[in-house]
């Protein structure tokens, strides 16, 4: 059976649900997202906060017992963890995309990470292949869905608005009410 945060709390954390990765079809770049919650359940996309990621590439969790001193190292992932108990309570599949540069995307240096995300800042110097709403399009193409429900936290905001301007046909539309859900 998989792993629980009670039963394995380091096998729970290196679970491939928080730290998949696939190659972006739209850009031939690598991309990493979590893919949590209940597997058939309402789709729901997370646009974290600048910094954050979906979870621990499995490498990094530790095998040893850490010192009292030894921080745990562990906070970019507490969120979804938490979260995904939930989910599963609840029927939501959650579905969270790592930015340019975190997680196990390629590697992009700290003062490119935001044009990268942003389309508005596309300049010479700045290789758009790496554009965050390209590489989220390609990861919802490639779990085939359609989410109706966005939930952004702090930037993610800016990243919501920017998918829904230029990607709008990648969320379920209702013709009663055309707009996804924003949180």
């Known amino acids: 059976s998989e792993p629980t945060a009670q039963s394995d709390p380091e096998g729970y954390l290196a679970s491939i649900k928080f730290s998949r990765s696939l190659r972006c079809k739209r ?70 995309v790592d930015r340019p540069g975190v997680g196990a995307t390629e590697p992009v240096p700290l003062e490119e990470r935001i044009p990268l995300s942003c389309r508005e800042y596309r300049d010479a110097w700045v290789d758009t292949s790496l554009l965050l709403e390209e590489i989220i399009v390609s990861v919802l193409e490639h779990l085939e869905v359609r989410p109706r429900h966005i939930l952004a936290h702090s930037a993610g905001m800016y990243y919501a608005l920017q998918l829904l301007v230029h990607h709008a046909d990648a969320f379920t539309m209702n013709p009663s009410d055309p707009l996804p859900f924003l949180y």
């Open 27 to 96: 850009t031939s770049k690598r991309g990493s997202y979590a893919d949590i919650g209940d597997p058939n359940g309402v789709p729901l996309l997370m646009l974290m906060p600048a910094g954050a990621h979906g979870g621990l590439p499995p490498r990094t969790v530790r095998k040893r017992p850490r010192t009292p001193r030894e921080p745990l190292g562990l906070q970019v992932v507490v969120p979804l963890t938490l979260a995904d108990p939930l989910a599963v309570r609840y029927g939501i599949r959650l579905i969270a």
